[in-house]
């Protein structure tokens, strides 16, 4: 089964970006659909980028929509998550998560159920 690890997050001020990182075990990358949640204090996880395992498709929320910009690259096994004019809002530890589709598969998956493997996530921090 693959495992996931998150890097790249940290403590900014609003405005700053950050990229962050999720490198996976597996060496069949390229046949999984990835994600991007996060989970503030009190909060729900909640869904906040997604690429099709053919990197064709993309999803996010309006709450990041303009802002986050997810990719992948499949050659080192990685998917990133680009983060610009973060705001305190965005304050939450992000997680990085991953479901088997098929390499062809242009299909985007925006729900947690859909999921199988969770990386143990990185801390994002953003002050005002």
């Known amino acids: 089964q693959v495992q996931l690890v998150e890097s790249g997050g940290g403590l900014v001020q609003a405005g700053a970006s950050l990229k962050l990182s999720c490198a996976a075990s597996?060496?069949?990358?390229?046949?999984?659909?990835m994600g991007w949640f996060r989970q503030a204090p009190g909060k729900d996880r909640e869904f906040v980028a997604s690429?099709?395992?053919?990197?064709?498709?993309?999803n996010y929320p309006d709450s990041v929509k303009g802002r986050f910009t997810i990719s992948r690259d499949n050659a080192k096994n990685t998917v990133f998550l680009l983060m610009n004019s973060l705001n305190p809002e965005d304050t939450a530890v992000y997680y990085c998560?991953?479901?088997?589709?098929?390499?062809?598969?242009?299909?985007?998956?925006?729900?947690?159920?859909?999921?199988?493997?969770w990386g143990r996530g990185t801390q994002v921090t953003v002050s005002s």
């Open positions: 998560a991953a479901r088997i589709a098929g390499y062809t598969s242009n299909y985007a998956y925006t729900q947690e159920h859909d999921y199988r493997t």
């Open positions: 597996e060496r069949t990358f390229s046949n999984y659909a």
């Open positions: 690429i099709s395992a053919s990197g064709g498709r993309t």
